[in-house]
């Protein structure tokens, strides 16, 4: 049977989603794929593969990553769910567990993946939840950076929020709404596209945050994904305040109500 799970962690610890060693490895490695892997091969008592809907960067969060894997082996949901984090880490748990149709993909099937990027702004840095915030010294104009993110949305090429160790055959993405926000002391950016390039959100961030200080117009987002050079565009935001906030699929697949579109 094939089964979908879904979990959640701090990435602070971890080297990314991507599993690093072999397949079956029963040696950590520091990601988060491995680690997962272990624990259900535990339960299991058998070797269990997970594809994932979207691998995370070393250092970013995940509120609802969704995995499936394939088992002969039966346990009930609540078994795969304690048993399996019983295994883990303490900054790793899996959440819930469905069993989903033979064709279900969780990269595949996804119609959308959301992210948030939250960014402490104030003069002192954060002292509690630092790894889950990105930090601004510098006022920033969230109407500003909100307008300027309007320019993104669309099926675009996105070279320019692309990193050089992107290995996507194409850059164009489609990215179906962005938003950035005030609440207090807080900006935060959220961002939904069918799917992403590698950095692509932090790169956006980077940018959103040059036109916040002041540095550059609104138009010059605009500007940067029509001219798609990467070495223009500001700098990648660093990976602690991202947090990937999970994927949405078709109301057929069967999933929890979050994860639905």
């Given at each position: 049977?094939?089964?979908?799970l ?5 990435g ?10 072999a397949a079956?490895c ?15 091969s535990?339960?299991?008592a058998?070797?269990?593969?997970t594809?994932?809907?979207g ?5 970013v969060?995940a509120r609802c ?8 082996v ?14 883990l880490p ?5 959440r819930?567990c ?5 064709d ?21 840095r ?8 990105g ?6 104009d ?11 949305p669309?099926?675009?090429?996105f ?6 160790q992107?290995?996507?055959?194409h850059?164009r993405?489609?990215l179906q ?12 950016v959220e ?15 980077g940018?959103?945050?040059m036109?916040?200080r002041?540095?550059r117009?609104a ?18 935001a660093?990976?602690?305040g991202?947090?990937?906030?999970g ?6 697949c069967?999933?929890?109500?979050e994860?639905?579109?």
């Open positions: 049977m094939r089964l979908a879904g979990v959640e962690y701090d602070g610890g971890f080297s990314g989603w991507q599993r690093l060693s079956g029963v040696e950590q490695d520091g990601s988060l794929q491995t680690a997962l892997e272990i624990a259900l535990k339960v299991a058998a070797p269990i593969a594809v994932c809907a691998r995370t960067d070393a250092g969060h990553q969704v995995v499936h894997f394939d088992t002969d039966v346990r009930d949901a609540r078994g795969w769910v304690l048993g399996t984090t019983a295994n303490p900054t790793l748990a899996v819930w469905v069993p989903v149709a033979d279900f993909n969780a990269r595949f099937s996804a119609r959308a993946r959301r992210y948030r990027y939250r960014i402490l702004n104030r003069n002192a954060p002292g509690l939840e630092r790894q889950y915030l930090w601004e010294r510098m006022p920033l969230a109407a500003a950076m909100h307008e300027a993110a309007q320019a993104l669309g099926e675009r090429d070279s320019a929020f692309r990193s050089a992107c290995q996507a055959t850059a993405r489609n709404d962005i938003s950035v926000t005030r609440v207090g002391d807080e900006v935060v961002v939904q596209a069918n799917a992403f390039l590698h950095h692509m959100v932090r790169n956006i961030v940018s959103l945050l036109v916040g002041g540095e117009p138009a010059w987002v605009a500007e940067l994904l029509e001219g798609g050079d990467r070495t223009v565009a500001g700098p990648t660093p990976s602690a991202l947090l990937f906030l994927p949405r699929y078709p109301a057929e069967g999933l929890p109500v994860v639905t579109l």
